[in-house]
């Protein structure tokens, strides 16, 4: 199985900030690989596909790079609604297994 | 607007059984993949199991394949989860998830999850 590895597990930063989360796979995956967010006690949300395809009505300040074993989930400027777990996902072949996910706090 | 309710969770013992159940609506549901995904309490999402659009291709997470089955009534716009044996590694809120259209690379709508406790 493909395993996913994202870092940091945990980061702290304040409203404004230039956030970027990696995600790095155990082989290549070409650009099969969505982000997700999920707040605390909600399901997850779909922000990324296809590694930098923004879904619909996320803002844009979210933007995703990468392609084959490394890529990043970016956020220009830290809003007070951003503050959540992100997930990295992989769609190479199953199982689809998710990274373990970077929590963003307030600092 | 597109709606996944999930239902049927509750608590269990250990060897157990529960049926899961995931109530569609909102979208063509015979177009589109269904997947299965667990949380563990405090934990990471874990995928466990993905049905397609006519019930041609399944897959499961190896921590629940022989005792996992899942199914799907297109009929009905409804996925089921039969779980056996359980354990208490199983306990996690369970996520019904839909796969974006002609196999798009994406979780596009979840449900609100329902919570399965496996305690003696």
């Known amino acids: 199985a493909i395993q996913l590895t994202q870092s940091p597990s945990s980061l702290s930063a304040s409203v404004g900030d230039r956030v970027t989360i990696t995600c790095r796979a155990s082989?290549?995956?070409?650009?099969?690989l969505a982000w997700y967010q999920q707040r605390p006690g909600k399901a997850p949300r779909l922000l990324i596909y296809d590694a930098s395809s923004l879904e619909g009505g996320v803002p844009s300040r979210l933007s995703g790079s990468g392609s084959g074993t490394d890529f990043t989930l970016t956020i220009s400027s830290l809003q007070p609604e951003d503050f959540a777990t992100y997930y990295c996902?992989?769609?190479?072949?199953?199982?689809?297994?998710f990274g373990g996910g970077t929590k963003v706090e307030i600092k | 607007e597109v709606q996944l309710v999930e239902s049927g969770g509750g608590l269990v013992k250990p060897g157990g059984s529960l049926r899961l159940s995931c109530a569609a609506s909102g979208f063509t549901f015979s177009s589109h993949s269904i997947n299965w995904v667990r949380q563990a309490p405090g934990k990471g999402l874990e995928w466990v199991s993905s049905i397609s659009s006519s019930s041609s291709y399944i897959y499961y997470a190896d921590s629940v394949k022989g005792r996992f089955t899942i199914s799907r009534d297109n009929a009905k716009n409804s996925v089921s989860l039969q779980m056996n044996s359980l354990r208490a590694e199983d306990t996690a809120v369970y996520y019904c998830?839909?796969?974006?259209?002609?196999?798009?690379?994406?979780?596009?709508?979840w449900g609100q999850g329902t919570l399965v406790t496996v305690s003696s």
């Open positions: 996902q992989q769609f190479n072949s199953y199982p689809f297994t």
């Open positions: 082989q290549g995956i070409s650009s099969a």
């Open positions: 998830a839909r796969r974006g259209r002609d196999g798009s690379k994406k979780f596009d709508y």
